[in-house]
């Protein structure tokens, strides 16, 4: 739905159709503070009126739950405590015990960054981004230890143009099929390092100091390649307040560029991360 139609001259709505126009208005809404008020009223010089789509929404989260794969098997499963039932009490609750970095999850810059922003600074017009999505599928099937690279910005911006300032930068490595097998996901060889894609630090640098970015994710469980046990892009990113995003879902399902990200990141006190809800829109 465009934001003109919902101006359509006699148009009616049902109460379904109200609470649907709040939702697209409050969505209208964070896009237009996103492209510099593109959705406001025209201009004195009688500039018209941008119009934001909103045609496509695609859930970039993994469910999660008790066999969600964790990358460091120290870290706690996924635990729900029942606390209420409708038939005892008259409504459905639980208690959630869950590590802040588990699933589809957020990771805040205190996370390797002492005296960064945790889930609780983070500023909230950061969590709506342009998605830059950069595909190296073909590379980490052959090799996946496979890094993303100059060469690969390089290619992305010479197809789409330069990247966006306040974009999210999204690695797509084919990582997400396996979101269902831990052993796959962590891919542990004789050598005792996971062998899955990532950031290189090289990538990580160029970011940080020629490109203006609010955040970087990916379809593996850790930016990083699993050889890179320094955990660099981590270090270099985080150190200016960059935010990530590790196990992102459906990478596939969204163009390279042209879309907006929306993340539900958590927001507690001290956090160092924990489950978002992603979802992309175009």
């Known amino acids: 739905m465009c934001v003109a139609e919902l101006h359509s001259p006699g148009r009616t709505f049902s109460r379904r159709g109200f609470i649907k126009l709040g939702a697209v208005t409050a969505a209208t809404a964070s896009l237009a503070t996103q492209l510099g008020s593109r959705a406001t009223h025209a201009s004195a010089q009688g500039a018209p009126l941008r119009q934001v789509s909103l045609d496509h929404i695609v859930d970039l989260t993994h469910v999660l739950g008790p066999t969600t794969p964790l990358l460091y098997p ?13 038939d005892k009490n008259g409504l459905y609750a639980n208690q959630l015990v869950v590590s802040e970095h588990h699933g589809t999850h957020f990771d805040a810059p205190i996370h390797f960054a002492r005296g960064g922003q945790s889930t609780a600074d983070v500023p909230a017009h950061t969590l709506v981004a342009p998605a830059v999505v950069i595909d190296i599928r073909e590379k ?3 090799n996946p230890d496979a890094e993303l ?17 306040g974009a999210a930068v999204l690695l797509n490595s084919g990582w997400g099929s396996r979101f269902d097998d831990e052993d796959a996901c962590r891919n542990v060889g004789p050598d005792g390092l996971g062998h899955y894609p990532g950031f290189s630090p090289e990538v990580a640098t160029f970011l940080r100091d020629e490109r203006s970015i609010v955040g970087i994710g990916t379809d593996t469980m850790n ?29 596939g399902e969204i163009p390279p560029s042209g879309a907006y990200l929306f993340v539900g ?10 489950p978002a809800r ?5």
Not at 74 to 86: D, Q, R
Not at 149 to 165: F, H, K, L, N, V
Not at 223 to 251: C, P, Q, Y
């Open 74 to 86: 120290l870290l706690p499963k996924l635990g729900l405590v029942n606390l209420a039932t409708h």
């Open 278 to 282: 992603v979802i992309a829109v175009w």
């Open 265 to 274: 990141a958590p927001r507690h006190a001290g956090g160092s991360g924990g």
């Open 149 to 165: 690279t100059m060469d690969d910005i390089s290619a992305w911006e010479g197809q789409y143009g330069r990247i966006p300032d």
């Open 223 to 251: 930016v990083d390649r699993g050889v890179n046990t320094g955990f660099e892009a981590h270090k270099i990113l985080m150190a200016v307040n960059t935010w990530m995003l590790e196990g992102v879902a459906s990478l």
């Open 140 to 142: 980490a099937t052959r």
